[in-house]
């Protein structure tokens, strides 16, 4: 009795072993493809992260050739504004400066010869261009000194100039000096003149202002060294017309 009750529990025992055996080659079998895949899958992990890493190099070396190009080409763009800049610069300071010698000069007085209707420092607009005519203000070169003064046209060529008891007289006719009338009234008080007498004959042994020549007085008789002291004014010497006065702005005036 005991034989047959110990004989199952042994073949099953058995039976049982093997279905675990077989469970677990079962196992291993199934386990096996897995594995290569994982391991398929590691092998071809590093190619992928080596390729990714070569395009993301290459995508960076482009970016920098690029931005490279471009700031290149700005450099270049650049360069042309400024050379084109300095081109229309010169041409504008060219032309102005030639303009400048030809037409108009803006000098700077620098005497009291024609005190009180300029002053020493004044900055004035000389017209190159404009006509020479009696009581004008004219800016020329000192035939003794070179230097640049402003004075006033009293005589033309071939006239007589002459003053009797502050008066002018051109050519044996009277003729008035409305700029200097303010400066008559206030000196015919104290019984003295204001520009003293003379000639031609007497200061230069002729009569006559000689062609090409012209004649002038400061407006500060009294004081300016003028043609009575210097002589006559060429017409070669003769820079332009005194036209206006720019500055200081508070006195600008056209004359």
Do not use: C, W
Not at 109 to 127: E, H, K, S
Not at 174 to 181: Q, S
């Amino acid at each position: 009795m005991k034989e047959h009750s110990t004989m199952p529990t042994k073949e099953k025992r058995k039976q049982t072993r093997r279905k675990k055996k077989g469970a677990q080659v079962s196992n291993k079998r199934k386990k096996k493809p897995h594995t290569q895949v994982i391991q398929q899958k590691k092998k071809q992990q590093p190619n992928n992260t080596m390729n990714h890493k070569r395009k993301k190099k290459s995508v960076k070396r482009k970016k920098r050739t690029q931005q490279v190009l471009r700031s290149r080409k700005k450099k270049n763009q650049l360069k042309k504004i400024y050379k084109e800049l300095l081109l229309t610069m010169i041409i504008v300071v060219s032309f102005i400066s030639v303009i400048h010698y030809f037409t108009f000069r803006i000098p700077k007085v620098a005497d009291y010869g024609m005190v009180t209707i300029l002053n020493n420092g004044d900055r004035l607009f000389v017209n190159k261009l404009g006509k020479l005519r009696r009581f004008k203000l004219i800016y020329y070169k000192n035939p003794q000194t070179n230097e640049k003064e402003v004075r006033r046209l009293i005589g033309l060529p071939g006239e007589i100039i002459e003053y009797r008891n502050d008066q002018l007289y051109v050519n044996n006719e009277p003729v008035v000096e409305r700029f200097l009338e303010e400066k008559l009234q206030q000196i015919s008080s104290t019984g003295t003149v204001y520009t003293e007498d003379f000639t031609l004959v007497e200061l230069f042994k002729k009569d006559q202002v000689p062609s090409d020549h012209y004649f002038v007085l400061g407006d500060n008789r009294q004081f300016a060294l003028d043609s009575r002291t210097f002589g006559y004014i060429q017409k070669k010497d003769v820079i332009g017309i005194v036209e206006m006065r720019l500055l200081p702005l508070h006195t600008m005036e056209r004359f």
